[in-house]
Antibody, heavy 121, light 109 residues
Framework: QLQLQESGPGLVKPSETLSLTCTVS??????????WGWIRQPPGKGLEWIGN???????YYNPSLKSRVTISIDTSKKQFSLKLSSVTAADTAVYYC?????????????WGQGVLVTVSS | DIQMTQSPSSLSASVGDRVTITCRAS??????LNWYQQKPGKAPKLLIY???SLQSGVPSRFSGSGSGTDFTLTISSLQPEDFATYYC???????????FGQGTKLEIK
């Protein structure tokens, strides 16, 4: 059974960089039929797509966040990571890592449990 | 950008009811539409992909229909565990813009 687990600081200061890592277990991170993505959800609000990465390291970022986002992948460690720079209180959210299955149509078939990141001094 | 609009934003229903949630895209997305269920404090769960295909392990009381710009999620007979928030998502666009609807909260009447 595939599992994804986010890790990283739960508290980040304004203007600093948010860094999260997602560790994949129970399956391959190098498959050609999947992207690996990040989605966030501010408290009490809806879901926002952040971006995703293919095992070849091709990346796709939400244009509204593109100037601040970097997603990377380390297939040897079965991990992919999110960096979001110059954070503000508006970046406070639960951050989910996810697998995007690209068979038939892209759809998120596995999610991490999510990690709450609070931006505050 | 493709905007996804769900209606209603919230809905009260009783166990055993038939419920329909609608999702409208701002432009045609063919059948590139997914539905997710999210319970409080939990990650979303994929219910329906490609507008009408049931994800493995999802009860058959869930069904999806539509193509182009208008889509529906139907729960044929509500069960207590179905009270949750439901989101649609389009994946027709390039992978940088897989946008979600704003969500529909299904509550117990």
């Amino acid at each position: 059974q595939l599992q994804l687990q986010e890790s990283g600081p739960g508290l980040v200061k304004p203007s600093e960089t948010l860094s999260l890592t997602c560790t994949v277990s129970g399956g391959s991170i190098s498959g050609s039929s999947y992207y690996w993505g990040w989605i966030r959800q501010p408290p009490g609000k809806g879901l926002e797509w952040i971006g995703n990465i293919y095992y070849t390291e091709s990346t796709y970022y939400n244009p509204s966040l593109k100037s601040r986002v970097t997603i990377s992948i380390d297939t040897s460690k079965k991990q992919f990571s999110l960096k979001l720079s110059s954070v503000t209180a508006a970046d406070t959210a639960v951050y989910y890592c996810a697998r995007v299955r690209i068979i038939i149509i892209p759809s998120i078939d596995y999610w991490g449990q999510g990690v709450l990141v609070t931006v505050s001094s | 950008d493709i905007q996804m609009t769900q209606s209603p934003s919230s809905l009260s229903a009783s166990v055993g009811d038939r419920v329909t949630i609608t999702c409208r895209a701002s432009q045609s997305i063919n059948s590139y539409l997914n539905w997710y269920q999210q319970k409080p404090g939990k990650a979303p769960k994929l219910l329906i992909y490609a507008a009408s295909s049931l994800q493995s392990g999802v009860p058959s009381r869930f069904s999806g229909s539509g193509s182009g710009t208008d889509f529906t999620l139907t729960i044929s007979s509500l069960q207590p565990e179905d009270f949750a928030t439901y989101y649609c998502q389009q994946t027709y666009s390039t992978p940088d813009m897989y946008s979600f609807g704003q969500g529909t909260k299904l509550e117990i009447k």
